[in-house]
């Protein structure tokens, strides 16, 4: 069966998905601001958790339509045939959010949706109880400019969770946009990659993973795995397919840095668990003793903070970042970072320019090549 399908991500990464989207033979690809529509089966669905890389999730697009009143956003929720996806005991949360909208109340809107759901499921089941005592299945909506959009979540915990990182430092970056990152700065199976402020290592072990084309998804679960419409031989063969595409011994090198003992050997940990330990090193140092290799391509997100002595210090670290590049010139740098003064404090003006977001906070991706 063909669905459509919707993958968020964060803004300014649309066409990294995109890409990825037609490598797993998503069709009928509609780009938007933040999200990708695209159409497919149960393979698909099975393939795009396991191996998209800048998604945030994959769902199901069950019903769009307008929804001023109650009463509309009700019948628009009944009209959809539930007894295709949903059985009998399915356990049935709902989440979303308005924006700009008539219908402004988020709690409401998630009343009305169950409501609509279990009294349609009564009548298509012929039942009058609903018990919900068995698998979760995850409804999602989003109501924008009085259109909701109604889906059935098809991963469960959001795909920046690879299942490598447990711990990390502070200000993480996120899984999904280090991907990003990754793409854009066009790594290879044969690069040389560096960070001088690695903290958690999540830019590199990133890297490893593109560079070893080991599938972000290959180790987690999803909660569509437990959907009764999605055959579980899918998922065993689309792991099985991921394995067997890992390349082995390639000649990627990843070196990270970082003057944090402890946020170090979190980033050795979590190389470890993501299987890119044989590629992946990393060392105590200062950004003042960083001596950058010609060959490589220097990928970080220096710290950035909000108070003055921590933006008294970033300035400080950018600076620093800068000649040492000048010293030991490199293929292509990428800096993301928050702090819209960057290209000042480095005194250098970017080739390219990106706008990108790490969870809700706009940054901006440097690009120096």
């Known amino acids: 069966m063909k669905y459509t399908l919707v993958a968020p991500c964060s803004f300014g990464a649309e066409s990294v998905l995109n890409y990825e989207i037609k490598k797993i033979g998503g069709e009928n690809i509609q780009v938007n601001d933040g999200r990708i529509i695209f159409t497919g089966d149960e393979r698909t669905i099975a393939s795009a958790n396991i191996n998209l890389r800048s998604a945030e999730r994959v769902m199901i697009l069950l019903k769009e339509f307008k929804a001023k009143t109650f009463d509309q956003l009700f019948d628009g929720v009944s ?3 539930w007894e295709s996806y949903l059985p009998v005991d399915a356990q049935i949360p709902v989440k979303g959010y308005s ?13 009305i949706i169950k409501k609509a759901i279990i009294e349609k499921m009564r009548k298509q089941y012929k039942t009058s109880i609903i018990s919900e005592t068995g698998n979760v299945y995850k409804i999602r909506f989003s109501l924008r400019k009085d259109v909701i959009s109604i889906m059935l979540d098809t991963s469960g915990d959001g795909l920046h969770k690879r299942g490598y990182r447990r711990l990390s430092g502070e200000a993480p970056i996120k899984e999904t946009l280090a991907a990003t990152i990754i793409d854009l700065a066009r790594i290879r199976d044969y690069s040389i990659v560096q960070d001088p402020f690695c903290g958690s290592g999540t830019l590199l072990i ?11 998804g290959i180790k987690r679960k999803f909660i569509s795995e437990n959907y009764k419409f999605i055959p579980k ?3 065993e063969e689309e792991r099985e397919k991921a394995k067997s595409a890992i390349k082995k011994d390639v000649e990627f090198k990843a070196y990270g840095f970082d003057i944090d003992p402890l946020v170090l050997e979190v980033a050795k940990k979590n190389a470890a668990k993501a299987g890119v330990s044989k590629y992946v090193s990393f060392f105590e140092a200062d950004i003042k003793s960083f001596s950058p290799s010609q060959e490589s391509i220097i990928i970080t997100n220096p710290p950035y903070g909000e108070r003055l002595g921590e933006l008294e210090d970033a300035v400080k670290l950018e600076k620093t970042l800068s000649k ?10 990428y800096v993301i970072t928050a702090d819209s003064e960057f290209e000042t404090n480095f005194g250098k003006k970017a080739s390219k320019r990106r706008k990108l977001y790490n969870g809700m906070i706009p940054c901006q991706l440097y690009m120096y090549y």
């Open 99 to 111: 924006l700009n909208s008539t219908l402004t109340s988020v709690p409401a809107c998630q009343s």
């Open 206 to 216: 990133e890297a490893a993973q593109k560079a070893l084309n080991i599938a972000p």
């Open 324 to 333: 040492k590049l000048e010293q030991n010139p490199v293929k292509g740098t």
């Open 233 to 235: 031989e899918i998922w």
């Open 79 to 81: 009209s959809i045939n």
